[in-house]
Nanobody, 122 residues
């Protein structure tokens, strides 16, 4: 089992950058698929990015966001550049042990953090 704690959210102007972190407890962090999802008010939780041996991105964030992980620190990051007001949401870290069929499918993840708010002002 793994526990996830996100940090790094905040208020930023459009065009700015933020880096989110997700610290994981427990063993075998390197064996987990790690992902970021986000949920805006009144909307479904949506996929942002995932990392296994490769990386996956939603079309809306590709070329602006970068997901990475440091297995020695049990941490996954989301570097967000060129932020837009449409990126405003609560961002959630998610984890699943081993292989999963579809990294963008939120229902494949058993472990979730509490979320961190990202607000982008215009």
């Amino acid at each position: 089992q793994v526990q996830l704690v996100e940090s790094g959210g905040g208020l930023v102007q459009a065009g700015g950058s933020l880096r989110l972190s997700c610290a994981a407890s427990g063993r075998s962090f390197s064996s987990y698929v790690m992902a970021w999802f986000r949920q805006a008010p009144g909307k479904e939780r949506e996929f942002v990015a995932a990392i296994t041996r490769t990386t996956y991105y939603a079309a809306s964030v590709k070329d602006r966001f970068t997901i990475s992980r440091d297995n020695a620190k049990n941490t996954v990051y989301l570097q967000m550049n060129s932020l837009k007001p449409g990126d405003t949401a609560v961002y959630y870290c998610a984890a699943e042990y081993g292989k999963i069929a579809t990294p963008s499918n939120r229902y494949e993840y058993d472990y979730w953090g509490q979320g961190t708010q990202v607000t982008v002002s215009s």
